[in-house]
């Protein structure tokens, strides 16, 4: 498994770099970056996670969602109390980014392909329980962390997105045992198809406007990158091997708790005028490390699974 991790993250690697150039020559502009990014989260997103339902009901598969909703709260809970514990509040210290980008990983953009590459539609299925226990805890706590202020509308918003709407109407299709037709079943499909390349050209249209040497002068990323990828994720999976829980379960969560920081960290830093450059040299710098953190990790998380079975 974690050379097919090691072969996608390269695959998604290549795309990047891809939207890189094209913004870097012009192809893409930052402005349409910003249609682009809005299409992958709100019309291809949904459809992946949709369509991950459309698959039929079996005990197992109820039973091995619900496990994974409460792996997944386990697991950003451990990440918060990790983060909290090991970046404390100094007076340079951009103490909220860096907690926030431990914590939130990018287990949309970079989950879905990479699980999908492990499992397939069922990877996706259980990931759907990590990414609404993401959005519940990113638009309440995360919210809360970034601005400071209590924001009940950012909860009900979240709410009513489209990734919580396709979660809300895939479950719905899948406990009442409804399938759609042939011909939208193949057209949602194809949406879903886009998933990897657009949400990679979108990442690599991102990085191309941050500088890489102001990331190398910035400690603070060093240490973000260092928690996030690489020594929660080992946490994690110790912690996994002596869960009693089906192997595309536990990977689930551990791959989804162990992309990159969340995109999202830098537009709520644009909406309360934090330092979304900071937040962006996070981004960018986990992203482009995740290539070589994430195989290592799914390899690790082999090696003790064997070490102790």
């Not at 939130?104 to 996706?124: D, K």
């Not at 895939?170 to 198809?193: N, Q, V």
């Not at 829980?245 to 162990?258: F, G, H, R």
């Not at 644009?270 to 290539?291: H, M, N, P, Q």
């Amino acid at each position: 498994m974690a050379e097919t991790i090691l072969r996608q993250t390269l695959i998604m690697l290549i795309l990047i770099l891809i939207g890189a150039i094209s913004c870097k020559v012009g192809i893409i502009s930052k402005e349409s970056n910003k249609h682009l990014s809005r299409f992958v989260l709100e019309v291809v997103n949904p459809a992946v996670i949709f369509m991950s339902y459309q698959t039929e009901l079996k005990a197992e598969l109820v039973r091995n969602l619900l496990l994974t909703f409460v792996l997944s709260a386990a697991a950003i809970g451990i990440m918060a109390a990790a983060a909290y514990l090991l970046i404390r509040p100094k007076p340079e210290r951009k103490t909220e980014i860096e907690r926030f980008s431990s914590i939130y990983s990018n287990c949309g953009f970079m989950g879905i392909p990479l699980v999908n590459a492990l499992f397939g539609m069922e990877g996706v299925f259980y990931l759907t329980a990590f990414i609404t226990v993401f959005n519940l805890a990113a638009w309440t706590h995360g919210v809360i962390l970034i601005t400071g202020e209590k924001d009940v509308k950012s909860v009900l918003k979240v709410l009513r997105s489209p990734t919580m709407i396709a979660i809300a109407l895939g479950l719905l299709a899948f406990f009442l045992r409804l399938r759609l037709p042939e011909i939208p079943a193949k057209a949602l499909g194809y949406i879903a198809d886009l998933n990897t390349p657009l949400a990679m050209v979108v990442s690599g249209v991102t990085i191309s406007e941050t500088s890489l040497l102001s990331i190398v002068k910035q400690s603070g990323v060093y240490r973000v990158c260092c928690l996030k990828l690489i020594l929660l994720p080992f946490i994690l999976s110790v912690i996994s091997v002596f869960i009693p829980a089906a192997p595309e379960v536990k990977l689930t969560v551990l791959v989804a708790a162990a992309a990159p920081p969340a995109a999202m960290c830098t537009l709520l830093c644009i909406r309360c005028g934090k330092d979304s450059v900071y937040s962006s040299e996070i981004f960018t710098a986990g992203t482009i490390l995740s290539v070589i953190s994430l195989p290592l990790v799914i390899e690790f998380t082999e090696f003790l699974t064997k070490m102790i079975s």
